[in-house]
């Protein structure tokens, strides 16, 4: 199952960013409360990071946002020296939603698709933890738009992440909707498929999950791997989805979220960058990752991490890795990771 980098992020190809590096002046932007908990699909307030959403031309946006320094998920290490990139995600995430719906009458019930993104990170100094609050301003670009039947369903975003007036990240990410109705028969014959399974029995205490220290965690709550093993000549570890966590299911869901295949591949990465080169959590980040969702994870069925392929560039001296996960034999994400040292 060797997976080919350039067979990741099908739609968005060879698209780039234009990243235009500038300082930028968010005076105009408000940090002073966050937005509502709904229009970015968040059960808890605890759990919103943006504070602000405007429109300044057509198909052209930005987003405000604060950066928890500390948080039990995003940022669970005591004295970590810079926000993960987990972090970053999540706001732009947070973006695309609250666009969707302001912007593009899309109703606050509908069913979202995350389907792609390419993410890049163009400057890790940027994202040092400072002594005050970060403060995150998304500008956002629509560059494309999908319709099913003369009916707008899909947005294609192109995002630049100013950190305190700094371009620290990019990201280009694809996403669709769907009505509740429509969602309900596409989901009903992926949920009858999995009625013949039993609810997964973990076998593994949370305390005895692997090497939370390896991945960068220092809460087990938020190691979603069973212990790594080489299957066939390849690190593989099933998932471990717990669907009461707090962050990770901070809403009830159908189907295991994308924001948690994303953690699967980071830690995965960081497990077997440790193990390969000894390189700790702490020396590289991650600075690419391009990932594409290719069907529904369920959650009642064991679900599989795997590395692919791990390989090194002689000049750069970064790290890529080709990630897959995979239930009942068929892939449901693919990833292509890029670790630079810090």
């Known amino acids: 199952m060797e997976i080919q980098s350039n067979a990741i992020c099908s739609k968005l190809g060879q698209i780039e960013v234009n990243a235009i590096l500038k300082e930028l002046n968010h005076s105009e932007c408000s940090f002073g409360h966050t937005v509502n908990k709904k229009l970015v699909h968040r059960a808890a307030v605890s759990e919103v990071f943006l504070t602000d959403v405007k429109s300044t031309a ?3 946006f930005y987003t405000g946002a604060h950066l928890p320094r500390t948080h039990s998920y995003y940022n669970d290490v005591p004295g970590k020296t810079h926000y993960e990139n987990i972090a970053l995600l999540e706001v732009c995430r947070q973006s695309s939603i609250i666009i969707a719906h302001n912007f593009y009458e899309v109703p606050l019930n509908a069913k979202f698709i995350f389907n792609e993104a390419k993410f ?15 403060f995150v301003i998304t500008e956002v670009d629509v560059i494309s738009k999908e319709f099913r039947n003369d009916i707008l369903c899909g947005l294609t975003y192109e995002m630049r992440i100013y950190v305190d007036g700094c371009l620290a990240a990019t990201k280009l990410m694809d996403i669709s909707w769907m009505p509740v109705p429509i969602w309900n028969k596409i989901r009903s014959k992926g949920l009858k498929f999995v009625e013949g399974f039993s609810e997964i ?3 593994t205490s949370l305390s005895q999950l692997q090497n939370k220290d390896i991945i960068g965690r220092t809460n087990a709550d938020n190691v979603v791997l069973h212990p790594v093993e080489i299957v066939n000549d390849k690190y593989t570890a099933k998932l471990y989805v717990n669907d009461t966590h707090p962050a990770m299911f901070d809403h009830p869901l159908d189907h295991v979220p994308g924001m948690l295949l994303i953690e699967a591949f980071r830690q995965m990465s ?36 795997s590395l692919d392929n791990i390989s090194v560039d002689e000049e750069s001296n970064e790290i890529s890795l080709l990630l897959s996960t995979s239930q009942n034999k068929a892939i449901t994400a693919k990833c292509h990771i890029r670790i630079a040292r810090k």
Request: hydrophobic share 30%.
């Open 120 to 134: 890049h990170i163009k400057n890790n100094k940027a994202l040092s933890i400072k002594a005050t609050p970060s």
């Open 201 to 203: 029995k973990y076998s």
């Open 58 to 60: 057509d198909d052209k």
């Open 270 to 305: 960081l497990y077997c960058i440790n193990k390969k080169f000894g390189l700790d959590h702490n020396d590289i980040y991650m600075k690419d990752c391009d990932i594409e969702f290719t069907k529904f994870t369920e959650l009642k069925i064991d679900s599989s991490c």
